[in-house]
């Protein structure tokens, strides 16, 4: 049986520099096989096959990354089934080192493996700010796809996906603050909660919450507002088309006054 403890050296720094560089070291001590992901959220999108390997070839995963529910949904973008893999999870936003190094250290109790060590990263300067979507909880609404104004989603009759995760707005939850569901994620977001993906989820509290934002990003007329939202991110669309449409034309026009 091959087992790998997975590390997500996040890039978003959620729990710092010297935290990451701790873990890393007790890792490499163990002598036990691990891999070192440079950033979850990005190696999802940019490295999704590789990602998609890695997981594939051990029998036995123990991932150490922030909240389990954002990690299985960065996972099921990559194409890999967690349900059917024994994969299990430790979240260093809540859980100090020692824990982590204890967790690790049982993790590979029963076995004795030459370690094997492999890192993978997306060598960009995206900061992979993006929303991933539980669709356990999704009713396809798409409140989200008319609410964002920068094209990340795609609303059809039954499902509502992400299609452009490097046009959310670095930092940017409104859509996970509005989704009546609960079911946006942001796995980079800075505080703790549903939006972070934390699996502990008050509903009352987060109906509170959602009221509180809704009122304050939309107003007290929601469908309009979505809708004067879906007419501006159409306009944004109808420019930035029209806008490419003219730079080709003149770079087709330079081209032919060169010849």
């Known amino acids: 049986m091959i087992k790998k403890v997975f590390f997500c050296n996040c890039g978003a720094n ?3 520099t010297d935290r990451l560089k701790d873990i890393e070291a007790y890792l490499k001590q163990m002598e036990h096989p691990y891999v070192v992901i440079s950033d979850l959220c990005g190696c999802a999108i940019e490295r999704k096959e590789e ?6 070839a051990a029998d036995e995963a123990l991932i150490v990354a922030c909240y389990p529910r954002g990690v299985r949904l960065l996972l099921e973008n990559c194409g890999i089934d ?11 936003r ?6 982590i190094f204890g967790s690790v250290a049982s993790f590979f109790s029963e076995v004795s493996i030459n370690q094997v060590v492999s890192k993978i990263g997306y060598g960009s300067t995206w900061p992979s ?3 991933v979507i539980d669709y356990s909880r999704c009713t396809a609404c798409g409140q989200c796809a008319d609410f964002c104004l920068f094209g990340v989603y795609e609303k059809t009759k039954n499902k509502v996906v992400v299609v452009n995760p490097k046009g959310c ?3 940017c939850p409104a859509c996970a603050r509005i989704c009546p569901q ?19 989820i008050d509903e009352m509290a987060e109906q509170k919450r959602q009221n509180l934002d809704i009122d304050a990003i939309l107003g007290s007329n929601i469908y309009k507002a979505l809708e004067m939202r879906k007419a501006k991110r159409q306009s944004i669309i109808r420019n930035t088309a029209m806008q490419q449409a003219i730079n080709e034309r003149a770079q087709a026009l330079a081209e032919k006054s060169d010849n």
């Open 51 to 56: 990602t998609y390997d890695l997981f594939l």
């Open 129 to 131: 700010w993006y929303p």
């Open 182 to 200: 609960i079911a946006i994620v942001f796995p980079k977001y800075e505080h703790s909660g549903a939006i972070a993906g934390s699996e502990t």
């Open 169 to 171: 707005k670095n930092n």
């Open 14 to 16: 959620l729990i710092g």
């Open 82 to 92: 967690y349900q059917n893999r024994k994969i299990s999870y430790l979240n260093f």
């Open 94 to 99: 809540e859980l100090n080192n020692q824990q």
